[in-house]
């Protein structure tokens, strides 16, 4: 059964500064890897898709990044801002396209 | 105008009671999903279509219905609500065509209250 793990649960930084948020994932028979963020209370957006044949995929400051074969995903924020303060969700898929979940990382960027 | 909608937004209701969460799409996708969310457990797949005469059970199924009405439409049906059953529940769609490689897009959310 796959299982995805988001460390670290919770992330405090100061503006301006670069993060990581990593995912892993335990089967690595993936179709692909979706990157989200939450606004309390609110819905998904989704930020980044990394489809399993490829390495990273880049959208503004954010970089994903996917390694298949050790299960690991991360997802790099540069010149973070207090905007960016949301939380940030990790999720897999196979060729179904059902979605299988981290708990996800709760970022607070301070100003 | 949002390419996925959900209604109602908020809904308190008290147990026992049948109630119906309504999940539309502009996006012309196939598939469908319904998901909750709760604290500690993160988001959990209830029920998908892939389209109109496709309908499948995902984790947490039990007490719970669709239906698909259109590709546009699908709804998801709590026959006798409980407590338990209070969460945030989001829409999803879907294309696994194309360039799209099947990536979700999700609705707004209804948080349901079960008193």
């Known amino acids: 059964k796959q299982e995805v793990t988001q460390i670290p649960a919770a992330l405090s930084v100061p503006e301006g500064e670069n993060l990581v948020l990593n995912c892993s994932f335990t089967?690595?028979?993936?179709?692909?890897l979706q990157w989200f963020r939450q606004d309390p209370g609110k819905g998904l957006t989704s930020l980044l898709l990394?489809?399993?044949?490829?390495r990273e995929q880049t959208s503004g400051r954010l970089n994903a990044s996917l390694d298949k074969s050790s299960g690991r995903s991360t997802l790099y924020i540069a010149a973070s801002q207090p905007g960016d303060s949301a939380t940030y969700l990790c999720?897999?898929?196979?060729?179904?396209?059902?979605?299988?979940f981290g708990q996800g990382t709760t970022l607070q960027v301070k100003p | 105008d949002a390419d996925v909608t959900q209604t109602p937004r908020n809904r308190i209701t008290k147990t026992g009671k049948r109630i119906m969460l309504e999940c539309s799409q502009t996006?012309?996708?196939?598939?469908m999903y319904w998901y909750r969310q709760d604290p500690g457990l993160g988001l959990r797949l209830i029920y998908y279509?892939?389209?109109?005469?496709?309908?499948n059970k995902g984790e947490i199924s039990d007490g719970y219905s669709v239906s698909r009405q259109a590709q546009a439409k699908f709804s998801l049906s709590l026959e006798s609500a409980i407590p338990n059953q209070t969460a945030l529940y989001f829409c999803?769609?879907?294309?696994?065509?194309?360039?799209?490689?099947?990536?979700?897009?999700f609705g707004p959310g209804t948080r349901l209250t079960v008193l």
């Open positions: 999803a769609t879907s294309d696994p065509t194309g360039g799209s490689y099947n990536e979700q897009f």
């Open positions: 089967d690595s028979a993936i179709y692909n």
């Open positions: 990394i489809q399993s044949s490829q």
């Open positions: 999720a897999v898929s196979g060729n179904t396209g059902k979605l299988i």
């Open positions: 996006k012309g996708h196939d598939r």
């Open positions: 279509s892939f389209d109109v005469k496709d309908i």
